[in-house]
């Protein structure tokens, strides 16, 4: 195991500058997982750190060693791909034993790695197919077993579950944050999809336009998100935004007055422009709320969610009471002051 720093990294093609002085800290042990929308530069950072890209100013360092101009195979990692990249003509075990046939390993310490591997990852049965004979779900394990048979200092994970489908996404999710608890190995993860950032990350880095905008805890990055950007990025659904200004106590937009946080702001003074930020789930049903339009509803079994025009804004509201109103019809609802958010309307950062 070991620690991953990245300090001030900038990476450029050409002309075109796709990383803008990145700084990452990933402690010994730690499960970080990079997020962000397509583009915003979270592959090439991983890549750089595997090696596969090369890096333009910066630098990037594994267990306290700067790596910056050492091969990928001299770096002790191991990397997981989106496509599984098997050879389709090896069984599960020779893909699996590859990488220590190549360094020549005696076959008694192959055999205890891939079956170690393959227990870990329930495998064994499954040793002498091919690919071609494995589902989605036991490519992407032969994949990982791959990797575990290494022992690396740190494991680099692509979008590795992007190719699976629903079902099977939630079940990997669970056996990879079940892999990293009981190997203990570092673990640096990308992804676009937040959900799997909250529920596997012991930290998230959001990044936008090869740039940080937050780092911490999953909650942390929930409970307190420093711009619109995390704030409407973290959370399914995203969190509702209204623009309008602070007045008399209160945040009016259009006709619609909405309460402040339970600890208002310092800067939120009245005539102030802000956005008012709530999350659909902090939405409450109240008969003396305010009444806003219902447009939509999606019942999904646990909840229902409810699309809604408040005044001139389309909100939602996730609910765990059953919904019986018709799209036309008035819901009454207020927010829950103690998990409002406001943010500056100009620079969208959130007022502290």
């Known amino acids: 195991?070991?620690?991953?720093?990245?300090?001030?990294?900038?990476?450029?093609?050409?002309?075109?500058?796709?990383?803008?002085?990145?700084?990452?800290?990933?402690?010994?042990?730690?499960?970080?997982?990079?997020?962000?929308?397509?583009?915003?530069?979270?592959?090439?950072?991983?890549?750089?750190?595997?090696?596969?890209?090369?890096?333009?100013?910066?630098?990037?360092?594994?267990?306290?060693?700067?790596?910056?101009?050492?091969?990928?195979?001299?770096?002790?990692?191991?990397?997981?791909?989106?496509?599984?990249?098997?050879y389709p003509h090896m069984t599960v075990h020779d893909n699996m034993a590859f990488s220590l046939s190549l360094l020549n390993a005696p076959k008694e310490v192959i055999a205890a790695k891939?079956?170690?591997?393959?227990?870990?990852?329930?495998?064994?049965?499954?040793?002498?197919?091919?690919?071609?004979?494995?589902?989605?779900?036991?490519?992407?394990?032969?994949?990982?077993?791959?990797?575990?048979?290494r022992d690396p200092q740190v494991f680099l994970f692509d979008e590795p579950?992007?190719?699976?489908?629903?079902?099977?996404?939630?079940?990997?999710?669970?056996?990879?944050?079940?892999?990293?608890?009981?190997?203990?190995?570092?673990?640096?993860?990308?992804?676009?999809?937040?959900?799997?950032?909250m529920t596997m990350a012991d930290k998230i880095v959001v990044m936008n336009g090869g740039n940080v905008e937050q780092m911490g805890g999953p909650l942390d990055l929930y409970?307190?998100?420093?711009?619109?950007?995390?704030?409407?990025?973290?959370?399914?659904?995203?969190?509702?935004?209204?623009?309008?200004?602070?007045?008399?106590?209160?945040f009016h937009t259009g006709d619609v007055a909405l309460p402040l946080p339970l600890q208002v702001p310092s800067g939120a003074q009245d005539g102030r422009r802000v956005i008012y930020g709530i999350r659909p789930e902090h939405l409450l049903l109240d008969a003396a709320g305010v009444a806003a339009t219902v447009h939509v509803t999606e019942p999904t079994g646990s909840e229902t969610q409810v699309i809604?025009?408040?005044?001139?804004?389309?909100v939602v509201g996730a609910f765990r009471e059953r919904i019986t109103q018709k799209p036309g019809q008035s819901l009454h609802i207020a927010p829950d002051p103690a998990l409002v958010h406001l943010f500056d309307e100009k620079t969208g950062t959130r007022l502290s």
């Open 223 to 250: 409970d307190r998100p420093d711009n619109l950007f995390v704030a409407g990025f973290i959370g399914s659904p995203a969190m509702n935004f209204l623009k309008g200004e602070i007045r008399g106590g209160a």
């Open 161 to 197: 579950l992007s190719n699976l489908d629903a079902k099977l996404r939630v079940a990997m999710r669970a056996e990879i944050k079940d892999l990293h608890q009981r190997l203990g190995t570092t673990t640096i993860y990308v992804t676009h999809d937040q959900i799997e950032a």
């Open 114 to 149: 891939v079956g170690r591997a393959a227990e870990i990852l329930g495998l064994q049965p499954y040793l002498q197919r091919y690919p071609r004979q494995l589902s989605g779900g036991q490519r992407q394990r032969v994949a990982m077993g791959r990797a575990i048979v």
């Open 308 to 314: 809604m025009n408040l005044g001139t804004t389309q």
């Open 1 to 86: 195991m070991a620690t991953v720093s990245v300090r001030a990294v900038r990476k450029a093609f050409g002309s075109t500058e796709v990383l803008h002085g990145v700084d990452v800290e990933v402690e010994d042990g730690e499960f970080v997982i990079l997020v962000g929308p397509s583009g915003c530069g979270k592959s090439t950072l991983l890549r750089m750190i595997a090696g596969l890209e090369n890096v333009t100013r910066g630098e990037i360092a594994i267990g306290g060693r700067v790596v910056n101009n050492v091969a990928p195979k001299e770096r002790d990692i191991a990397m997981v791909f989106q496509n599984y990249a098997l």
